[in-house]
């Protein structure tokens, strides 16, 4: 199996900043998708870039892959105190989902 | 249309009883997953089947945990004997295909609370 890992742990911003969550992981993928959670809306799919696009963008959300590096970026501009939430990177290959402990971002108002 | 349910929403149990947790995937959807959650934790996978293939167990915690998947549709999470350390959120989770993108569709969880 594997998993990405989140970093920063936990972002703190004002409504109306550029939120930038990181990931890393270590094996070959097939596509790596984007994952939020919030107590209103649950766990709910946000985007999902695969391994031979280097960037996707929805709404104000915008990925970046790169594989030679192992690495994932998502930039959500504009925040908004609705977009306080725990987001989760999924590397996924031809194998079950692993999610790792996320990034909690706090937008304040 | 209509997404993943589970059920119940709630359950608080006795320590020592038996509980049972059941998942409704989306219609079609061949892949289905349970995970848990404890407080201000991330998720942990428990068991994951895929179509007719033997399911994967390899996240379960004990033998106190199976589940089980009737006509590649409904789940039940079957947990015996609960510890206090059993109570989380579990959350059933459903994909298309395995391995096609697989983007998962979560339902809203079961929340245990073992007394």
Redesign the interface.
Known sequence: SQQGEEDPQALSIQEGENATMNCSYKTSINNLQWYRQNSGRGLVHLILIRSNEREKHSGRLRVTLDTSKKSSSLLITASRAADTASYFCVPSGFQKLVFGTGTRLLVSP | GAGVSQSPSNKVTEKGKDVELRCDPISGHTAL?W?RQSLG???E?LI?FQGNSAP?K?GLPSDRFSAERTGGSVSTLTIQRTQQEDSAVY?C?SSLV??A?????????TRLTVL
């Not at chain 2, 993108?101 to 969880?109: K, R």
């Open positions: 997953y995970y934790q991330g998720l996978f994951y994967d390899s959350l989770a395995q391995g993108g697989n983007e998962q569709f979560f339902g809203p969880g």
